[in-house]
């Protein structure tokens, strides 16, 4: 797990468990308290956390990568209402 991300530890984070397979483990979502920018993650695989929205839909991987790689802003901005409704094509 790639939990060990400066950006990552720079985030207040809630961690609620959605649910669990054999195959993946748990898959958390992590909500920050400071900006309300919430992401996921399954316990047992190595993939890297992903940003979803309001309703844990994965958000597109630009998004992800984008919010991956910036320190918490620490406030809840507009931008990221935006980025939140490009949703990844499944
Ligand atoms: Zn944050």
């Keep these: ?3 060990t991300n ?3 530890d ?3 984070f809630k ?3 959605l ?3 054999a195959a993946r483990g748990s898959r958390l979502a992590f909500t920050c308290r400071y900006c309300g920018r919430r992401f996921c993650q399954f316990t047992l695989l ?3 956390a992903w940003a ?3 309703d844990g839909k994965a958000l597109e991987s630009a998004v992800s990568t984008r919010w991956l790689g910036e320190a918490c802003p620490h406030l809840f901005n507009l931008k990221d209402d935006e ?6 094509k499944t």
């Design 1 to 3: 797990m790639s939990l």
């Design 6 to 8: 400066a950006c990552w």
């Design 10 to 12: 720079t985030h207040d």
């Design 15 to 17: 961690v609620r468990m």
């Design 19 to 21: 649910d669990w397979s």
């Design 46 to 48: 190595s993939q890297a």
């Design 52 to 54: 979803v929205d309001g």
């Design 83 to 88: 980025d939140r409704k490009q949703l990844r």
